[in-house]
């Protein structure tokens, strides 16, 4: 994989964020900016960030950048790094653990509630990203196929979660979908012996029998399938159910 330029790509980004809210407060965007970079696979793990170098390329002070990186620190996707700075930690098997968890009991019951709430919108919507999936693309770097095959997978279960119609369920999944993106990234890149290409596949055909069992509005089915789906999450990596 080529070097990245981490303080090139944040500052690009934050020009974005910059031009789309330009009421936010400054460290609003700084943080959506670099949250952006890590969440969409951008950083890979080990990146190193100086506070100097970032706060010289976005021309701002350090009062607002700090902001921004004490907030990345607590929620988790920063790191202080020993003599300075801050670097993209890796993903550990217990973070993995807690997550792959959590998931299987938010995740599960929006599948339920999508069986029986599912317009023909979602329906169509659920379909695109099978399409998708099924039509993958493979590129000539393991890390941009890791970053399509997130990013759908993402898309895939984020629609399930709309389809669920249910408000808090709906609120709760995007507050966490940052986090959650960017643990998908780092599962693959991270802990996974398995190539690309064989989880690709595997995953393809378990959304397949979920987005069956939503379509024929049978909520046992599509509950069961989504969990069969996360454990098999845990077996790539020799994980007990």
Same mark, same amino acid.
């Given at each position: 994989m080529e070097e990245i330029n981490p303080y090139t790509l @944040?500052?690009?980004l934050f020009e974005q964020e910059q031009?789309?809210?330009?009421?936010?407060?400054l460290y609003e965007n700084i943080f959506a900016a670099i949250r952006r970079c890590l969440c969409e696979s951008l950083l890979p793990p080990g990146t190193v960030i100086q506070e100097k170098h970032l706060a010289d390329t976005l021309h701002v002070s350090r009062t607002p950048l700090r902001q921004a990186l004490s907030m990345l620190t607590e929620s988790g996707l920063l790191n202080p790094r020993p003599g300075g700075g801050f670097i993209v930690p890796k #993903?550990?098997?217990k973070a993995f653990t807690d997550a792959n968890f959590a998931r299987k009991a938010f995740e599960t019951a929006c599948a &339920?509630?999508?069986?029986?709430?599912?317009?023909?919108?979602?329906?169509?919507?659920?379909?695109?990203? #099978?399409?998708?999936?099924?039509?993958?693309?493979?590129? =000539? =770097?393991e890390y941009e196929n890791i970053r399509t095959f997130a990013e759908i997978d993402m898309?895939?279960? =984020?629609?399930?979660?709309?389809?669920?119609?249910?408000?808090?369920?709906?609120?709760?999944?995007q507050e966490l979908k940052p986090h959650l993106m960017h643990m998908r990234y780092q599962t693959v890149y991270e802990l996974s012996p398995v190539p690309t290409k064989?989880?690709?596949?595997?995953?393809?055909? &378990?959304? #397949? =029998? @979920?987005?069956?069992?939503?379509?024929?509005?049978?909520? &046992?089915?599509?509950?069961?399938?989504?969990?069969?789906h996360l454990n098999n999450c845990r077996s790539v990596w020799g994980l007990s159910q």
């Open positions: @944040i500052q690009e031009k789309e809210h330009i009421f936010n407060f #993903l550990t098997l &339920e509630l999508a069986a029986c709430n599912a317009s023909a919108e979602d329906l169509s919507h659920l379909k695109k990203q #099978l399409i998708r999936m099924q039509n993958f693309k493979f590129a =000539t =770097t898309n895939f279960h =984020t629609q399930i979660c709309l389809a669920s119609k249910n408000d808090y369920l709906i609120k709760a999944y064989l989880i690709v596949t595997s995953v393809r055909d &378990e959304h #397949l =029998t @979920i987005y069956m069992a939503i379509r024929n509005k049978d909520p &046992e089915f599509a509950y069961a399938a989504t969990r069969i």
